[in-house]
């Protein structure tokens, strides 16, 4: 089974500061990996997702991410913060191969200060 | 191309009644997945709808039920609703290649349950 656990429900930083959002994931098998963001009162927006090409992803807005196996982690970074990054943040996993079920992390909120 | 809308947005029901939700996938896109996103359990996968067979089924009670129809569209009843079904329901459309494409998800409906 899947699981995925985000380091930190609530992250704050400065506006230009480095991004980094923690997520690491279990699975019994090789992974599909995502990145979505929640804005308030708005659906998830994919950002990237890794699905076994190349190990660093670049998503939207700025964002990469990077597939470590060894670590079982992809950590979602972002070089500058700005003020509209400010939303919900939320890993996901899914099996390779397998289907369309998503396995999300808790979410981690992002909050951006001027 | 227009996105995923889901229909109602905003719903207020009382225990006891049951309550149906609808969502238009994307042009094309063949499969239907829902998800349940409350505070406390954060988003939840329900199932899974393609080509009007349902292909996945997440942890939920039968009162959570679905159907997908030839135009792919969903709908999701929850029958005798009870104060803890209040979330905000999510749905999700893809090709439905095995977890390879992108879902892309809807705004949402929230319901409340009083």
């Known amino acids: 089974a899947q699981s995925v656990t985000q380091l930190g429900s609530h992250v704050s930083v400065s506006e230009g500061a480095l991004v980094l959002l923690r997520c690491n994931y279990s699975?019994?098998?090789?992974?599909?990996l995502f990145w979505y963001v929640q804005y308030p009162n708005q659906g998830l927006q994919l950002l990237l997702k890794y699905t076994s090409a190349a190990t660093l992803v670049k998503g939207i807005n700025g964002f990469e991410a990077e597939f470590k196996k060894s670590e079982t982690s992809f950590h979602l970074t972002k070089p500058s913060a700005h003020m509209s990054d400010a939303a919900e943040y939320f890993c996901?996993?899914?099996?390779?191969?397998?289907?369309?079920?998503?396995?999300f992390g808790k979410g981690t909120k992002l909050t951006v200060n001027p | 191309k227009a996105g995923v809308t889901q229909t109602p947005r905003y719903l207020i029901k009382t225990r006891g009644q049951q309550v149906t939700l609808s969502c238009s996938p994307i042009?094309?896109?063949?499969?239907v997945s829902w998800y349940q996103q409350t505070p406390g359990q954060g988003l939840q996968f329900l199932f899974e709808?393609?080509?009007?067979?349902?292909?996945n089924k997440g942890n939920f009670p039968g009162r959570f039920s679905g159907r997908q129809f030839s135009n792919s569209r969903s709908e999701m009843n929850v029958s005798t609703l009870e104060l803890g079904d209040s979330a905000l329901y999510l749905c999700?459309?893809?090709?439905?290649?095995?977890?390879?494409?992108?879902?892309?998800f809807g705004p949402g409906t929230r319901l409340t349950v009083l």
């Open positions: 699975s019994s098998v090789p992974p599909y």
């Open positions: 999700a459309s893809s090709h439905g290649n095995r977890g390879t494409d992108t879902q892309y």
């Open positions: 709808y393609f080509s009007e067979t349902q292909r």
């Open positions: 042009s094309g896109h063949r499969s």
């Open positions: 996901a996993v899914s099996p390779q191969g397998g289907s369309e079920k998503l396995v």
